[in-house]
């Protein structure tokens, strides 16, 4: 469930404060930039020259992953290698003509084009004062003494970058600050690393032949322009690949539609509740989605679709199902260990009585134990033929009643206390159509189909 979006008085005074940081940095370093008054002014041709590969990166830029609203393109390395030769302010400009132009070209709304000129001027101007703070020489004529200067740039950069940008979407989307940046930084470094080398290397060629350095950086630029088209095609691709096969399987059960992606958001709310790390929090919403897709298969169909009671021979076919589910997950090679885990045991009870396994307490993956909260919260807060949804309040009831038996206590508290699952829960409420009520279902039952 999308939380509300903020107001737009909100988003705007950010973008305001942005621009008006750019502005001041922007006077700031006219004012003081030391590379303004040496004698050798950068050439008009070398400027241009700098633009124009820019601006060809800055259009063909990638969708950040997961699909948070952002962009990600390698114009940086054009941005980092003009620091180094023509200093705060021609870089400053250089960055400011390039993103603005692009912004235009593909049409984006002023407001956005304000931000992404003014951020993009304010990591720059940040990043170059690092530079000549730590020593760097404009223009580089050592590599090796260029290089404690160089980390500085890069890394101050990418953090004001990062966080500007991460900052814009939080609001933007009503998104935690501190996942918005982690999983946009954290999921590109690597590449960022790569092509930050290039800049340097970018930076000192231009200091030995000139404009026709451009010509030879754009060789390497063009391969990690294709890394990063890889990755994120197959990234989308993997995902919309899994999104299909769990919407095939809810197909078979009009009362799960939309059960997964709900157990999934649910199951990250916890994650974050009890502390765990990015990378496994990710995992676990991974695992969350796909924990059912084993009921894809055939033999689920007719027991999905039958709207009484299961017999015992149909609950034994449908417990299986955790494992047909795991075994489907590990196809995957990315998803093998602890998505696989997760998908696997969880229907197994902390007490150990739950399956395929018969797993008890730590035994059973945390991702899991989290999944089986989530999973169990969610049927319960959807209408059956059998039986209406329940409150925010009952489903506390009965997690509570089979805290030490079914649910780990642990994750049963941090779903008490979190006030984002309460919000979850009851916008579900709110949206439940009327349907007659059969009497009162055990969680222990919910859990199983």
Known sequence: MRKARPSSFLVNGYVVLVVVLAMGAFAISLRFDPSLLAEKQPTITGVLAFVAIGLALDLTQQRLALGLGGTSSLSFIVFLSAAMVFGPTWCAGISAVTVGASQVLIRKPPIRIAFNVAQTIVGVFGASSVYLFLGGV??????????????GLVVTYFLLNSTAVSGAI????????????QRNTLQLVGYDVVASAVALGAAWLYTQLGVLSIVIVVIPIVFLRHAYSVNFRLQATNRELLDLMVKAMEARDPYTSGHSERVSELALVLARSLKLTFKEAENIGTAAVLHDVGKIYEEYAPILRKEGRLSAEEKQIMQSHAARSAELVSTISNLQGYVYKCV???????????YPDGLAGDQIPVGARIIMVADTADAMTTDRPYRKALTFDRVLEELSRYAGRQFDPAIVAAFHGSALVRHLIEARESQQEEAPARGPERVAQLAVR
Do not use: C, M, T
């Open 138 to 151: 404009i223009p580089p004529s050592d590599l090796r003494a260029s290089l404690i200067p160089f980390i």
């Open 170 to 181: 939080a609001l933007s989307e009503s998104q935690d600050f501190g996942e918005v940046w």
């Open 344 to 354: 696997r045991h969880h229907h197994e009870n902390y007490d150990g009585s739950g």
